[in-house]
């Protein structure tokens, strides 16, 4: 679907996969004890330890206990906390050159489905605290994509016309989520994808280009 990117005056981020860089899956594969069970990435979207976790309704030792449990995995509480501690990786190479190249022209800000672990580490050891006007993190908000009423939520707070806001994901049911609420949105892969998108899409100047 094209951008109508003359009305953008706001570019809003996910940060896991777009400018976070993630090890791998959230669950691996070989802990699980049937392995013919769900896809994990499609079991972690629809995981109720999850959503609870991310709402901020739990914290992290429940959250641990029920994960092992719903994923019916091998490896103790301790072993999964380590391994979710340490699944971002850090900042894709390119997010903070893109970050500081659409700066000055757009306000921005971060819409994340994340927790009380991984928010710090984010905008505190990875430096992203700073660089937005406007910052939604899932366990603080109480809401998750790709639920409606959470884009409704984001969409009064920055109190603009929906059309104005461009969302980025990296999973299509929450761009699919976003223009039902009438953002335009765009799915994109990490900062290298979604910059050639920004700038395919005539959203920054040439001389702020490399």
Not at 102 to 108: A, G, H, I
Not at 111 to 140: K, Q, V
Request: aromatic share 12%; with cysteine; glycine share 6%.
């Amino acid at each position: 679907m094209p951008l109508e990117s003359e009305k953008i005056t706001v570019l809003l981020f996910d940060l896991g996969g777009v400018l976070v860089e993630l090890n791998g899956p959230p669950v691996r594969p070989e802990w699980r004890a049937n392995e013919l069970s769900t896809d994990s990435w499609l079991h972690w979207m629809s995981s109720q330890a999850v959503r609870q976790f991310e709402s901020g309704e739990i914290g992290p030792d429940c959250f641990a206990t029920r994960l092992v449990d719903e994923f019916d995995l091998l490896i103790s509480e301790k072993e999964f906390m380590r391994h979710f501690v340490n699944w971002l990786a850090g900042l894709y190479e390119d997010t903070q050159s893109l970050l500081k190249a659409v700066r000055p022209y757009y306000q921005l800000g971060v819409f994340s489905n994340t927790n009380e672990i991984h928010w710090p580490r984010m905008m505190d050891e990875m430096r992203l605290a700073g660089y937005f006007d406007y910052y939604f993190a899932s366990f603080e908000i109480g809401l998750l994509k790709p639920d409606k009423i959470a884009f409704e939520y984001v969409i009064r707070q920055i109190d603009v016309p929906a059309d104005e806001i461009l969302f980025l994901d990296d999973n299509q049911k929450n761009i699919d989520a976003a223009r039902t609420c009438g953002m335009q949105a765009a799915q994109v892969k990490g900062a290298v994808e979604a910059r050639k998108l920004i700038e395919a899409s005539g959203l920054l100047p040439r001389s702020s280009k490399r």
